[in-house]
């Protein structure tokens, strides 16, 4: 298998609770190629999340696999030093109470916040303190997780991610419920992970959200991979209208895309 190949499934069915959310998928993810899956809600790509993110099984098979680094077995330790995750639903599990500073730290130890027996070293102390400066977190470092903005919050979550140097960073709708301010803000800290050589997955359902360095684009709807290719090839009206069941205009300025309802 080409070791360039982060993501690799086939022929993949998952259930939840009786239900099929996803479809026959058959994907195939390379490191360097930074992807956006979108798609509109309900349309399987929290349940994709679960997938890579291994909350998520696929029904076992013949002829299906499902691989992560080029491996088909489960191993966390091994998957959090390649690929980090940011999603609501992780930053929704944390204190209100843990600091900044606490809550990358704790990456470290695969938790959730310092145990009695978890004493970071200096290396990993300089390594928070770093990451909260490149994000432009310094400021709040000692403050605690329930008093930070919704975007603040959100750029700890993906400081807590790049903790172990990940080739691959997963994103989770990252703009949800942001403003204005903190979306440019977050939309600004990924254009520069990119171009640093991180590879990304954004996974949202708002196509403003997909930064000009992104090179693929999945569509996906009712479980199943819709469409793939090129921003240039699928961010068009007549390709966005048909994934959202809308008709849809769509209005380009220096790689960024907007979109507008047609009357």
């Not at 978890?118 to 403050?143: G, H, R, V, W």
């Not at 919704?150 to 700890?156: A, I, K, N, S, T």
């Not at 793939?228 to 769509?250: N, V, Y």
Request: hydrophobic fraction near 40%; proline fraction near 3%; include cysteine.
């Amino acid at each position: 298998m080409d070791n360039k190949v982060w993501f690799d499934c086939s022929q993949v069915d998952t259930w939840i609770e009786g239900h099929q959310v996803i479809h026959n998928l058959c994907v195939r993810l390379k490191i360097g190629e930074s992807t956006a899956i979108l798609g509109p809600n309900g349309s399987g790509k929290s349940s994709l999340i679960k997938l890579i993110d291994r909350n998520l099984y696929p029904v076992v098979k013949q002829n299906s696999h499902l691989k992560l680094f080029g491996s088909s077995t489960v191993n966390l330790v091994r998957l959090r030093k390649y690929m980090g995750v940011v999603s609501s639903e992780l930053e929704m599990r944390f204190s209100p109470k843990i600091t900044a500073t606490e809550l990358v730290l704790s990456s470290f130890f695969g938790a959730m916040r310092l145990g009695h027996d978890q004493k970071p070293n200096q290396n990993e102390i300089f390594k928070t303190k770093s990451l909260l400066k490149k994000l432009d977190l310094e400021c709040i470092a000692d403050n605690r997780f329930g008093q930070l903005s919704d975007g603040q919050r959100r750029r700890l979550m993906i400081a807590r991610a790049l903790v172990h140097e990940p080739k691959v960073l997963v994103l989770d709708e990252p703009c949800r419920a942001l403003d204005m301010k903190a979306s440019h803000q977050l939309l600004r800290t990924l254009r520069r992970l990119c171009q640093e050589g991180t590879t990304l997955l954004l996974v949202t359902h708002q196509i403003e959200t997909i930064i000009p360095e992104i090179e693929r684009v999945l569509f996906i709807k009712t479980g199943r991979i819709h469409a793939d290719g090129t921003p240039e090839q699928l961010l068009q009206d007549k390709c966005i209208s048909d994934l959202f069941e809308t008709p849809l205009r769509i209005i380009e300025h220096q790689g960024f895309r907007q979109v507008i309802l047609e009357e």
